[in-house]
T-cell receptor
């Protein structure tokens, strides 16, 4: 079945450590996104990528980095510069361009990061 | 960035009854898209319904329908014949038709409780 796989589901990190969250999709979608979810805050956009080897900052990109070397993969690195990284992280993908069913975001199951 | 406001942090409905969740948004654009997503306790985001701003007809998906008032910038979700499985967080989201990236701006969500 096609879908988005995020791993790990739960991750614990010590302060000062970088950590990378994996996001893989087999939907042949062009665009991929990372959102952060905090209680009472909804979903906030961290980074997005419309095409391989290209990505743009979202609303809260500080302390995060991404890469898009393959169409299927969009890993997110939470760096030590991110002051409050404990959160639930959601990866999503969509067909890029146009409408007619495009641009509906399909989400992964999420990764919960806890900084100890 | 466009602002999406969900003024009801929590709502409650009895099984088989109807409930309406509110959403307003702020934009200067004339062409855009609106969505409602559901996030059950599993935290998997699921698309409920979507609306193109250029369409006057309100979207309907089985028991879910919207009341789209473009002039008022309002996009409420009506759930008819509520079921226990409808209990979840509901997020309203906006996407610009002209902005690049096709990312969604989300509201902070409404937690819906369904009582037997």
């Amino acid at each position: 079945d096609g879908g988005i796989t995020q791993s790990p589901k739960y991750l614990f990190r010590k302060e000062g450590q970088n950590v990378t969250l994996s996001c893989e999709q087999n939907l042949n979608h062009d665009a991929m996104y990372w959102y952060r979810q905090d209680p009472g805050q909804g979903l906030r956009l961290i980074y997005y990528s419309q095409i391989v080897n290209d990505f743009q900052k979202g609303d809260i990109a500080e302390g995060y980095s991404v890469s898009r070397e393959k169409k299927e993969s969009f890993p997110l690195t939470v760096t030590s510069a991110q002051k409050n990284p404990t959160a639930f992280y959601l990866c999503a993908s969509s067909i890029s361009g146009g409408w007619s069913g495009a641009n509906v975001l399909t989400f992964g199951a999420g990764s919960r990061l806890t900084v100890l | 960035a466009q602002t999406v406001t969900q003024s009801q942090p929590e709502m409650s409905v009895q099984e088989a009854e109807t409930v309406t969740l509110s959403c307003t948004y702020d934009t200067s654009e004339s062409d855009y898209y609106l969505f409602w997503y559901k996030q059950p306790p599993s935290r998997q985001m699921i698309l409920v319904i979507r609306q193109e701003a250029y369409k006057q007809q309100n979207a309907t998906e089985n028991r879910f329908s919207v009341n789209f008032q473009k002039a008022a910038k309002s996009f409420s979700l009506k759930i008819s014949d509520s079921q226990l499985g409808d209990a979840a967080m509901y997020f309203c989201a906006y996407r610009s038709a002209s902005n690049s990236g096709y990312a969604l701006n989300f509201g902070k969500g409404t937690s819906l409780l369904v009582t037997p």
